[in-house]
């Protein structure tokens, strides 16, 4: 009795290896897969990779290189013009000053990006579970040229990009510092899984070259992302208790996502969305009233075009102020629409909207004077042949101190033009520099604030200006993570184009300590190397079963890719010997009939 039990236990061992060593062909998904991947969906059976032949002919070979460097190339554009949705604005606007009109390219360009890459990641994916299914790769011509395509577009965009656009490769740079510990878990995460058919493809291989080289390179990937986090730098991992204040908002422009730019009720939106200062860019008309417009002319803001049809190529500082206030500064922002927030309004604020006028310097510090508000702004000298072409830094002192009632300690003075004159008479104006300038020259010019576009953001310039009790402002930045680089980083104080959205935040995005980040880094890497050791052990164990088996004949049985007769054979005689016997007692008494 106890060795027919372990007879049976024997046999339920060896079927279980058998189960393990036989290589299963699971048709309808292999079927659609190669559908879907080359258009062979009668003739898959074909496809099938024999032990020693290689996974594809040269001409395929070639296809799926082209296919990952694509994968690799359009991610890569995807992220980057993701992580550049901060200046889609500036991005759409200078489009605006190319074509003469506008038209939200950024988001255009971010949905043929998602596209591309949606389908070369769809092809991976397929050309992948073909792979571990043991199947020769067939590409379709026309997935060959959709291939061509995404890469051609993914590098002609970024160069072109980078081309006219430089700076924002230093915001693709910022991006890593507080996405690197994240996208280092999903490249560990993804180079696990193509274990399995890289691991099922070196064994069956014959040549020694080619097994060095997709063991080489598979190697050197996985070293290189276990190594990574060693020069990895993120200002947002962070000791507990270490962490200052969050920057100050100050509207650019005031709220321009909820109202249009530069108008009363953009800088009202502002201050109710949390802003501690508001900012502006001021030029002069040419009777003497300094005005607020950030651009050279007035196309872009105002109905200039309806109104002064021929005149709309002409500087804004050249018209009156009588002409100024008879624009309409607000419609063009319920019509184009350019951040896509005009839709949000309601219809009391879409009326007011609409209404909007240009807006004066005095009636803006005035506002700012009423909610206790700091102020900084861009000061625009007026062009040649303006009659306060010499005294437009005196014209805007006046208003300041004259015909407003606003305190000149609420005034971050950003001139650079005069700056010692201005420092002498009017010595309660915070001086504040739009230039990254040397610390000694700073102190001497009694700068207190630096005010920098955010690509100059990094821990060094915060901690050394603070020292000296000069603190930092960048512009612009309106998305969280952003945002929280900045918090991070120990910056005081942000211009932003979303207040009413960084305002809510009440800690910085991906924000870890040491210790977690360490334990994350640790964990991932243990635990990608354990699984990757395990698959590459059991394919060895198979395909070294299955050569060592006899009668080592491969056969397509049901579905089945291969079965080994020798390993099968004992749990078939089994059973057929108990059936038999089952059978002899009816068959001795058909005999005897």
Known sequence: MASTLSQQQFGHLRGLRAKLLRRYEHQPLVSCLSGLYGCQWRHYEKGS???????????????????????????????????????????????????????????????????????????????VCLLSEGQKLYLHWSHKIGILVSLTFSIVATAVLFDLWREELRTLLLSFQITAPYLHVGGVLLVTALAWPIALHFFRMNGRVRRGLIMGVYLSILSALYLVPLGLYSPCIKEDGTLGPAPALIGHRGAPMLAPENTLMSFEKAVEAGSEGLETDVTISVDGVPFLMHDHTLQRTTNVHQVFPNRTDT????????????????????????????????????????????????????????RDKLVIFDLYRPPSGHPYRDSWIQRTLDVIENESSIHSSQVLWLPSDQRALVQSNHPELQQTSGSRLPLEELQNNHIVKLNLHYSSMSTELTRESAAVNITTNLYVISRPWLFSLAWCTGVHSVTTDAPQLL?????????????????????????????ITIIFIFHWWRERGLAFCSGSKITLDNGTYSKFKTEMSDIWSVSSSNSQAEKMPNLATVTEH
């Open 503 to 531: 305002s809510t935040m009440r800690s910085p995005l991906f924000l870890m300590s040491p210790d977690e980040y360490n334990l994350m880094w640790i964990l991932t890497d243990l635990m990608s190397l354990v699984l």
């Open 49 to 127: 990779a024999q032990p020693g032949d290689c996974c594809c002919n040269k001409v395929e070979a070639v296809s799926f290189a082209l296919l990952v460097a694509a994968f690799c190339v359009t991610l890569v554009f995807l992220y980057f013009w993701g992580q550049a949705k901060n200046d889609y604005n500036d991005f759409d606007w200078f489009n605006f000053g190319k074509l003469g009109f506008w038209f939200p390219w950024s988001v255009v360009l971010l949905v043929i990006a998602a596209g591309f890459f949606t389908y070369i990641t769809i092809l991976m994916l397929l050309a």
């Open 315 to 370: 500087p804004a500082a050249m018209f009156t102020w009588a002409e100024l206030e008879s624009l309409n500064a607000g419609a063009w922002f319920l019509s184009h629409n350019p951040f896509g927030t005009a839709g949000f309004l309601g219809a009391e604020e879409r009326l007011q909207a609409g209404k909007q006028c240009v807006c004066s310097l005095q009636a803006f510090l005035q506002l700012a004077a009423q």
